[in-house]
Each structure stands twice: as structure tokens, then as C-alpha cells.
């Protein structure tokens, strides 16, 4: 028996199933059986003290600690590294984009690093140079639209003052010869394509009729005598009449009642 007195304090002779660690956790307890040509003449049973394991476990515990706290510095110092060389560049770019798009193109990122947030704010800068530039232009080319519209509004609103007077001028001489024309003591006529097309009322007068509408559309010719309409086609015959002036005719018209009498006709082009 060895330290037979601690052994027994421990009670290795009544080792429960499966708990091979005593309750204060410093002792590992293990027996064996002690055979002799195959007969079970004893049992050995023997204790393994857990106080430096459980010191060394204590003190790694200490390390891992540190370990994990010195770990949590270092990470927290590369979030403070990170946000500092990467995230605040990027605030800044942020801040100065949202400048920009409010329309002010003064506004440029700064930038002293030569990695890739260094070559994208430069290039971002460049960009906005040119869209300056651009801008700048471009108001510009819209002033001096502006002012173009504005001149060829005029000229338009003088054209259209002159045309507007030209216009009630253009009536007011029209109604001067229609008055003219209606009130003739002559009766008046335009044919085209041998059809009566305007008349005024003193014609259908001498024809007898009560109405201009009577007699439009219809044949000049028809208006004649047979002797009449001869002479008449004499006198637009260009081989006989060559150049196109006024021909004066002395015929012979037909009334609406039938009865014949003697007009003058003056027949000019236009």
C-alpha cells in the first residue's frame, strides 16, 4: 500500500461508474484487476493528482485570455485602419458626388494616395472637369439660343404685323373693287376653260336673268348668237390674232326670253 491513508481518503475502493474524478476535481482515479496464471489473486488501484494539470489549465486559460484581448485590439485598430484609409475616402467621395448632382461643379474629391481609391478619385475628377466644361458650353450654346429665338421671334411678330396689314389692306382693295364691280354700269365676266366662272349682277342683267347663279358655269358661247360665236373663235384663233391682247367684238346676245341684241365685248387676258 502506498499512501494508504490519501488513498483511502479518496475512496478508490468505491469508485462510481463512469466518474473517475473526485468531487474536488484533483484526483484521477483508475483500478485494474492483478492477475496471476489466470486468477484473479488482488486488484491495483491507482490515484493520479490533477493539481498541475488543473494549474496549467488555469494559466493557459490566462494566456488565451490575453490572446483573445490583444486579438480584439488589433482588430479594432484595423477597423479604425480600414475606416480611415478606405471607408472615409469614400464618405468624402460620397459627399462630394451629392454636391455635384445639386449642380455645383466646383466641387472635387481630395486625394493623396496612389492606390486604386487614389486613381478612382482622380478619374472621378477628370470626369468632373469635363463635365464642367461641358456645362459651361452648353449654357452657352442656351444663351445664345435663347437670343436667337428671341430675335427671330421679333422678326417673326414684325412678319406677321406686316403680313397682317398687308392682309387688311389686301381686303380693304378687295372690297374696293367688288364694290366696283357689282355697281358697274357694265356687265362684267371671267371664263376659264370657256365656262363662265365670276359675273357681275349687271351681266345677268343684260341677259335677262334675275340672278348671277343662272349663269355661272355655264358657256360663254352659249350666251351668243351661231353668227356671234363664230366671230369669237375667229378672234382666239392665235393665227390670226398672234399676240395676246384685248380684242374688242361687236355680237349679237341671246336673252333668257329668247329675243336677240346687239352688245360690245372687250375680251383681255389674265
Known amino acids: 500500500a502506498f499512501n494508504r491513508q490519501e488513498a483511502e481518503k479518496a475512496e478508490y475502493r468505491f469508485v462510481p461508474p463512469g466518474k473517475p474524478i473526485t468531487d474536488d476535481g484533483s484526483i484521477y482515479r483508475v483500478m485494474a484487476p492483478i492477475n496471476y496464471k489466470r486468477e484473479k489473486i488482488g486488484e491495483l488501484y491507482l490515484g493520479i493528482s490533477l493539481q498541475n494539470l488543473r494549474y496549467q489549465v488555469a494559466r493557459s486559460k490566462k494566456t488565451i485570455a490575453l490572446v483573445s484581448a490583444i486579438i480584439f485590439v488589433l482588430g479594432v485598430l484595423t477597423v479604425f485602419f480600414f475606416s480611415a484609409v478606405i471607408t472615409r475616402p469614400l464618405k468624402k467621395m460620397v459627399h462630394t458626388i451629392e454636391d455635384i448632382s445639386q449642380g455645383d461643379m466646383s466641387q472635387r474629391i481630395p486625394f493623396s494616395s496612389r492606390d486604386e481609391i487614389g486613381h478612382l478619385a482622380a478619374s472621378f475628377n477628370l470626369m468632373v472637369e469635363y463635365l464642367e466644361t461641358f456645362s459651361w458650353e452648353l449654357k ?11 430675335e427671330r421671334t421679333r422678326e417673326l411678330q414684325i412678319e406677321v404685323n406686316e403680313r397682317k396689314s398687308a392682309q387688311e389692306a389686301l381686303k380693304e382693295s378687295e372690297e374696293k373693287y367688288k364694290h366696283l364691280v357689282d355697281n358697274s354700269l357694265v356687265g362684267i365676266y371671267i371664263t376659264q376653260d370657256q365656262l363662265i366662272r365670276f359675273c357681275n349682277r349687271k351681266l345677268a342683267e ?65
Do not use: C, W
Not at 452657352?140 to 428671341?150: P, Q, T
Not at 382666239?236 to 329668247?258: C, M, Q, S, V, W
Open 140 to 150: 452657352e450654346l442656351n444663351a445664345s439660343l435663347e437670343i436667337k429665338v428671341k
Open 206 to 270: 343684260i341677259f335677262g336673268h334675275h340672278d348671277t347663279d343662272e349663269i355661272l358655269g355655264k358657256p360663254m358661247l352659249g350666251l351668243l348668237t351661231k353668227e356671234s360665236r363664230s366671230i369669237v373663235k375667229q378672234g382666239e384663233n392665235p393665227a390670226i390674232y398672234p399676240e395676246k391682247i384685248t380684242h374688242r367684238f361687236e355680237l349679237k346676245g341671246i336673252k333668257k326670253d329668247g329675243t336677240t341684241f346687239d352688245i360690245e365685248v372687250l375680251e383681255t387676258p389674265i
